[in-house]
């Protein structure tokens, strides 16, 4: 039987092992989530990608230069002409002063960084801090951390090579980090608002269940967490000068949750989903009666500093109490003061005056539920919308967009995801989250059921937004984590228990247990053995003992017996437990290897997909692309081509007119003013683009004179067939336009329904500026102007420009750019000649001359 010292101090030795391990492997994950991130740096180069990130960097550029004040303050007059934009108030800041505080510390530890490559870089840097905070929220269990059955030299070595491959591989999958789905939000150069609100949005999960949980409030506090102590220092007017008792200790992680929210809220538009969420999560465990103080500390300040702190935010404002996104936390926080107040008054009243008490509180309650349903109703009535904003509307009405604001339904990512990009983005984890939600259940806590309603909702909403497949993948890979927990357990406890049968070499645990079972018994025995004479010593005492002699030695003898009677019933009991285990959760032996082999083999095919999604199929930047073929790789620079030709070759104070989509970057990498942009905040400047777009040449001349704009951009594919072209976007042109101007109607560009942009085109679609735009000239390419995206040729192929003239074409054709022509070069028709003065009297006498005097 093991030593109790010695097996309690093999238990720390696997303790501090596990948590040696452990450190490391979250390190390497950290240290993966990073470079996993810097194929697109290695492959391409150090650049911005997409199009929103360029408004980003652009104002980042500002803040550091100019400051944190002339930030708030600052109107820019190069985006949206003639109206302009202020951008301190219609901007989420968390990203632009995440990266500035960036540069800031390492200009100030003399680390010379420039912006561009600070941008570059944070969404990597995130990612890493994503991974940590799902790893957290997840809370994978200890024992997966600890040396398996040290008890047996060759089952340890068996099990600690199982551990250290399994965890590496378990800790890919758990991590969103290595999600193809978060991946492609969060590669070097996506300098978007994504890159820190997800993690913003995992920190605030773990927070708030933490802030619930009161066991692990002493733990975490008397850890003395340095990482704690700044959030505290950050977060509002903490005393530390009282004593620490358990409501400090709430109010503590409180706040830090609190202030986890509002970095959400200054971070992403996303943070409805947290102010919704969590309180779903309040009103189910009120309803399922799992109501405490912990819950009400919990989520009440919450409510209060998070709405307080989120209206600090000029993007947000007032709509934080006066949109209908917010209200359903009002509401709970309402019921949550109800159900406290009936818990409180239950503690103090008597049964009987506790029914009077409920009957007022009920009343009070309908009558004050009623007032602010009706102050509500009155603040959303006025709304056409009833207070939802539009892109609340399509998330519980995926119709909504697509009938009534095209333009949002017009965005690719606002479209509802397929199955393979389900595939695409989750992979394996789609097989494993059934698995994770059953394994929430058994048994079903407070955080567990906290879990189960985020990967409910959050499949919900992606299957309605494809963008939101963003939300989808920490809680898909927070389920996967939990489904591999409890089959490693599951397969490693079956080999551990029936390994050693080979060698026969018990667990080192098992004993363990029973050692520490009937330690206290054994003493005993041993103690009571000592004192119980034998027979051989009865024989050799000559003396007779006494009567209160032979009274003791009874009375001893039978303490005797009774210990040993219990000693062998907890034997027993050990040895009960031990076979009800080795039946309810040991599995064959080379089943579970077996099943630990696919679960690995599961993983590595997984780490595989991932790898590949992050090197190809999400590193090329939108700017830059790249194309197989016979002749090796060709590298597409066509953007930054036109860009720079436009702010080499044209006046500071030119207007550029494009689509919406290429708004933010002329801006940024062109610094010319642009009518539109990608902020899409003014559905009828949009609408009248999209009219000139749709318009023949002359109303569309018209349409952008009047908008002061002296150059037009269009972006064709056409030639080396890139999809994402203006033409293959024309119809949703043509639908926001018509939104706005009923004279456009999409069926006029339609042929029985089909668009065409071949010879069975209509008169319409053949005549509008954007056909005669991207197609100018094309036919001189092959000589039959085949277009390579639409597979077809096209159906005019020889025409001329009468008010526009084309200034520049970059080499692949993809970017063609046009320039207004003035007034007077568009006289149509034959000019009239000049006459000279001095032939005017010769002629008109010539005239009368010759004139016949009977007509």
Not at 582 to 610: D, M, N, Q, R
Request: hydrophobic letters at 45%.
């Amino acid at each position: 039987m093991v030593d109790p010292s010695e097996a309690k101090g093999e238990g720390s030795l696997r303790k501090a092992f596990g948590g040696v391990l452990g450190f490391f492997i979250l390190l390497l994950i950290g240290t993966l989530a990073f470079s996993i991130r810097l194929f697109s740096v290695i492959k391409y180069e150090s650049v911005i990608h997409e199009f929103d990130p360029y408004f980003n960097y652009r104002v980042t550029q500002f803040l550091t230069k100019n400051g944190i004040y002339d930030f708030w303050n600052w109107f820019d007059d190069r985006t949206w002409y003639p109206l302009g934009r202020v951008i301190g108030g219609t901007v989420y800041p968390g990203l632009t002063l995440t990266a500035g505080s960036i540069w800031w510390l390492l200009n100030n530890l003399n680390i010379p960084l420039s912006v561009e490559t600070v941008c570059v870089f944070t969404a990597p840097i995130f990612s890493a801090n994503a991974a940590w905070a799902t790893y957290l929220l997840t809370k994978a269990p200890a024992h997966l951390f600890e040396v398996k059955g040290t008890g047996a030299g060759l089952t340890a070595a068996v099990l600690l090579a199982m551990v250290i491959l399994f965890l590496l591989v378990f800790l890919l999958i758990s991590d969103n980090q290595n999600v193809p789905s978060y991946i492609s939000r969060s590669v070097a150069g996506s300098y978007d608002n994504e890159a820190v609100a997800i993690f913003a949005l995992i920190f605030t999960f773990y927070l708030y269940i933490k802030s619930s949980d009161l066991k692990n409030y002493t733990q975490t506090l008397n850890t003395g967490s340095l990482f704690y102590a700044t959030l505290n220092a950050l977060s509002y007017f903490y005393m530390v000068k009282h004593a620490l008792s358990i409501v400090h200790q709430l109010i503590f992680r409180v706040e830090i949750t609190v202030v986890s929210c509002s970095l959400q809220v200054c971070s992403w538009g996303g943070y409805t989903f947290i102010i919704n969420l969590i309180p779903m999560h309040v009103l189910l465990c009120i309803v399922t009666g799992r109501y405490s103080s912990r819950l009400y500390i919990a989520y009440a300040p919450l409510v209060v500093f998070g709405t307080l702190l989120a209206s600090l935010v000029p993007v947000v404002g007032f709509n934080a109490v006066m949109t209908s996104e917010h209200f359903a936390s009002f509401l709970v926080f309402i019921i949550i003061h109800v159900v406290a107040l009936v818990y409180y008054i239950k503690g103090i009243l008597s049964p009987k005056m506790f029914k009077v008490a409920m009957t007022l509180i009920v009343t009070i309650g309908i009558a004050v539920c009623g007032a602010v349903l009706a102050i509500l109703i009155a603040l959303v009535a006025s709304s056409p919308t009833k207070g939802w904003s539009g892109r609340s509307l399509s998330l519980l009405d995926p119709t909504y967009a697509s009938k009534y604001i095209p333009i949002i339904a017009s965005v690719s990512e606002h479209q509802p995801p397929t199955w393979p990009s389900y595939f695409m983005d989750i992979n394996v984890l789609a097989f494993l989250v059934p698995a994770g939600i059953v394994a929430c259940f058994l048994p079903l806590s407070d955080a567990s059921s906290f879990v189960i309603l985020y990967i409910t909702t959050s499949v919900y909403f992606s299957g309605v937004m494809v963008r939101l497949m963003l939300v989808l993948a920490p809680a898909a890979c927070i389920m996967s984590g939990i489904a591999l927990s409890e089959a490693f357990d599951v397969f490693t406890r079956s080999i551990k228990f029936q390994l050693p049968k080979l060698f026969e070499t018990p667990p080192s645990d098992v004993w363990q247990l029973i050692g520490d079972t009937n330690n206290g018994t054994q003493d005993e025995l041993a103690k009571v053995d000592s004192k119980i004479p034998t027979e051989k010593s009865e024989t050799t005492v000559k003396e007779r003992p006494s009567k209160k002699n032979r009274k003791k030695e009874k009375e001893i003898l039978e303490k005797g017996k009774e210990i040993k009677e219990k000693g062998k019933e907890n034997v027993e009991k050990v040895s009960d437990k031990r076979q009800n285990a080795k039946k309810l959760l040991v599995l064959p032996l080379e089943a579970s290897a077996v099943a630990i082999l696919l679960l690995i083999i599961l993983g590595a095919f997984y780490v595989v997909h991932c790898v590949w999604a992050a090197a190809e199929a999400y590193s090329a930047p939108s700017i830059v692309l790249t194309s197989h073929s016979h002749d090796g790789l060709h590298v597409f620079d066509d953007f930054r081509e036109a860009y720079a030709w436009l702010k080499h070759n044209t006046d500071v104070d030119d207007k550029v007119a494009s689509w919406w989509d290429y708004g933010y970057q002329t801006t940024a990498m062109a610094n010319r003013t642009v009518i539109v942009d990608n902020n899409t905040w003014n559905n009828t400047h949009i609408a009248t683009v999209g009219t000139a777009m749709s318009s023949p040449e002359k109303p569309a001349w018209e349409i952008f004179n009047s908008l002061d704009v002296k150059y037009v951009l269009v972006v064709f594919g056409g030639f080396v067939g890139y999809p994402s072209d203006d033409i293959n976007k024309f119809l949703w042109m043509v639908r926001i336009g018509g939104g706005v101007f009923p004279h456009i109607r999409e069926p006029d560009y339609l042929r029985d329904g089909q668009y065409r942009i071949d010879a069975q085109a209509t008169p319409t679609m053949l005549n509008c500026l954007m056909y005669k735009l991207s197609y100018y000239r094309f036919v001189e390419t092959d000589g039959k102007g085949f277009d390579r995206v639409r597979r077809t040729e096209i159906g005019k192929k020889h025409f001329k420009l009468t008010h526009f003239e084309e200034v520049f074409t970059t080499h692949h054709w993809m970017v063609r750019i046009y320039k207004l022509k003035p007034p007077k070069n568009m006289t149509r028709g034959k000019s009239k000649k000049k006459i000279n003065p001095k032939t005017r009297t010769k002629i008109s006498y010539q005239k009368k001359r010759n004139k016949n005097p009977w007509q």
